[in-house]
């Protein structure tokens, strides 16, 4: 960001500072163990709650910081900049907790969300299934009641903090088919829970340092209290309240992206020569930086004043689907431009920029598939 932003102020920035030097100090010097095991080391969500950003829009009555939105845009741009993708922390306290911090019950979010803010706790939140991905309503995962339990059984896929999670918010059936029979239930597992079971961690195209799981329920037993909401049937509602933040969230992170590879591929082609002068001194590569220089300015501008709404209470799931789907889309578009400029450099691993370009593809399809979010902005025409 070549300015700071207008929801930006003195105490974001500190905390700012605050992140990227925990990122420094703490979570790039395993970057390569996390890559060769495809997740993160536990020990650096503890670490991330003593340092004390975890959970800093939680509200400090269950152990978070008290802040907004905006803490959170904070913690996800300097990740990206920093260049870690292992770190779950978009799904564990950018999304997972809001939904504790919405619809649990208050006995619950005293038990849960400090533990969560402490980084004791890893949250995760299970929506995927093998058959189903952005149609949500076509979910399978049962939750039967039987007496003060509901038993679960299901599998779910391409589960973020899968491998690691102490609590997964799982979307299940609880009655008819479509929306109205969903629910969403809090179980607290770990390795030895009867009837759950932590899949294979995925390989993936990109951010292989981050933990992706399969998760499988085989009369999973779950007190009947963990539903969350008052009444069995909410599940699929609350999913749609909560997804416009998520769908934020992916906008930050595609936007920190897309100023990385351009801010890095500034300085590259700085440095590097070619026919005798600096990359940078050739009309191609000044008009294409320009143009994604342009672009990320573009995104920025529409960023900040969803996240600015958005701490206001005033963002829109219209306006939520069209940052998710614009932003991601030009991230991709940007990173492929940048690694050009890199030439056969780029295509190296130990270039950033080629990470950035694997990393950021999946931006386009998880929160919702990019084609949903153009119909769900079309519905709204």
């Not at 999670?165 to 239930?185: F, M």
Request: glycine content about 10%; overall charge negative; hydrophobic content about 40%.
């Amino acid at each position: 960001m070549s300015a700071r932003s207008r929801w930006s102020d003195d105490d974001l920035e500190d905390v700012r500072h605050l992140v990227a030097t925990y990122f420094a100090k703490d979570v790039l010097p395993s970057a390569a163990r996390h890559l060769e095991q495809g997740h993160p080391d536990r020990e650096l969500y503890r670490r991330a709650g003593e340092v004390g950003i975890l959970g800093m829009s939680v509200p400090a009555a269950y152990g978070g910081g008290g802040g907004t939105f905006a803490h959170e845009a904070v913690l996800i741009e300097e990740q990206v900049r920093a260049g870690d993708v292992s770190m779950g922390f978009a799904v564990d306290v950018g999304i997972a907790a809001h939904y504790l911090a919405a619809y649990a019950t208050e006995e619950q979010k005293l038990r849960w969300l400090p533990e969560v803010c402490r980084g004791e706790s890893v949250l995760s939140i299970a929506m995927t299934e093998p058959g189903t991905g952005s149609d949500l309503q076509a979910i399978t995962t049962r939750a039967v009641r039987e007496g003060e339990e509901y038993v679960i059984s299901g599998a779910k896929t391409f589960i973020s903090n899968g491998h690691l999670c102490d609590l997964v918010i799982i979307a299940a059936r609880t009655g008819e088919a479509g929306a109205a029979g969903i629910s969403l239930i809090v179980a607290e597992v770990d390795d030895d829970t009867p009837g759950f079971t932590r899949g294979r961690i995925l390989g993936k195209m990109g951010q292989k340092g981050q933990d992706t799981a399969e998760l499988f329920f085989d009369g999973l037993r779950v007190p009947a209290g963990n539903l969350l909401g008052p009444t069995e049937g909410q599940g699929f509602y609350q999913l749609m309240e909560q997804l416009p933040q998520e769908r934020l969230i992916t906008a930050v992170i595609a936007q920190a992206s897309i100023e990385s590879a351009v801010a890095k591929t500034i300085d590259y082609t700085k440095e590097r020569h070619a026919f005798g002068k600096p990359l940078l001194a050739l009309q191609n590569t000044r008009f294409e930086l320009a143009e994604c220089a342009t672009i990320s300015r573009v995104c920025r501008t529409f960023l900040d004043d969803c996240i600015e709404k958005h701490v206001a209470g005033q963002l829109d799931a219209t306006t939520a689907s069209m940052a998710k789907y614009w932003i991601s889309d030009q991230a991709t578009i940007v990173a492929d431009r940048c690694l050009q400029l890199f030439g056969g450099y780029g295509y190296m691993d130990e270039y950033p920029i080629s990470h950035i370009y694997t990393d950021v593809r999946v931006l386009r399809i998880l929160a919702g598939a990019n084609e949903v979010m153009k119909e769900l902005i079309a519905r709204s025409l």
